[in-house]
């Protein structure tokens, strides 16, 4: 079983809509969440992080969090073409020790 | 403040040949980790320090690949010899901590090194 899943897409969106991103866990224990943007042929950027139940909020993004349900999610409002990219999800584990795993990504393409 | 440095930011080589990487994290991270990312795919964990102790190198192909950061502060991921499906960009990334919850757990990359084995 993966320990951090994400639907590969592409996420096609219009212009203007909300995106929505969602990624599932396998660890109950883990306690930091995070949320990276990743351009194609560049490296991963962070843009959310997240650590208790409930929402965050940081301009048109949206971080969501349900430890109950081992799920985070990633709303971003007003999409924009330059939001195309690829979105990773990535959640500090406890193994045998804490350690920062990544889901395979989804691809969002905003349509102008 | 600086970023996370890698080089060389390109690499080619013929298989079985060695090849070394190069990561400073961003200064006072005292957790260093070295991701190997597939076109295609997430980052996936190769091997995680803390200073100059390993955390987890459970995904590492010991065989041929090893790393070390023997001050606790720059980082070196060596291959030999180098196979076919070891084309891939090697990412560095550092935060400050590791485990628990707040910022100081975020953790920021580097430009990453393309490696093509041919």
């Known amino acids: 079983q993966k320990e951090v899943e994400q639907n590969s897409g592409p996420l096609s969106v219009p212009e203007g809509a909300i995106a929505s991103l969602n990624c599932t866990y396998s660890?109950?224990?883990?306690?930091?969440f995070f949320w990276y943007r990743q351009y194609s042929g560049k490296s991963p950027e962070l843009i959310m992080s997240?650590?208790?139940?409930g929402d965050k909020e940081d301009g048109r993004f949206t971080a969501q969090l349900n430890k109950a349900s081992q799920y985070v999610s990633l709303l971003i409002r007003d999409s924009q073409p330059s939001d195309s990219a690829t979105y990773l999800c990535?959640?500090?584990?406890?193994?045998?020790?804490?350690?920062?795993?990544f889901g395979s990504g989804t691809r969002l393409l905003v349509r102008p | 403040e600086a970023g996370v440095a890698q080089s060389p930011r390109y690499k080619i080589i013929e298989k079985r040949q060695s090849v070394a990487f190069w990561c400073n994290p961003i200064?006072?991270?005292?957790?260093l980790y070295w991701y190997q990312q597939i076109l295609g795919q997430g980052p996936k964990l190769l091997i995680q320090?803390?200073?100059?102790?390993?955390?987890?190198d459970s995904q590492l192909p010991k065989d041929r690949f090893s790393a070390e950061r023997l001050k606790g502060v720059d980082s070196t991921l060596k291959i030999q010899p180098a196979k076919l499906e070891d084309s891939a960009v090697y990412l560095c990334?550092?935060?400050?901590?590791?485990?628990?919850?707040?910022?100081?757990?975020?953790?920021?990359f580097g430009q990453g090194t393309r490696l093509t084995v041919v």
């Open positions: 997240i650590y208790s139940n």
């Open positions: 320090f803390q200073n100059n102790g390993v955390v987890d």
């Open positions: 660890d109950r224990g883990s306690q930091s």
């Open positions: 200064s006072g991270h005292a957790t």
């Open positions: 990535a959640v500090n584990m406890m193994d045998s020790s804490y350690k920062l795993i």
């Open positions: 990334a550092s935060s400050l901590l590791y485990g628990g919850t707040g910022r100081n757990t975020e953790a920021f």
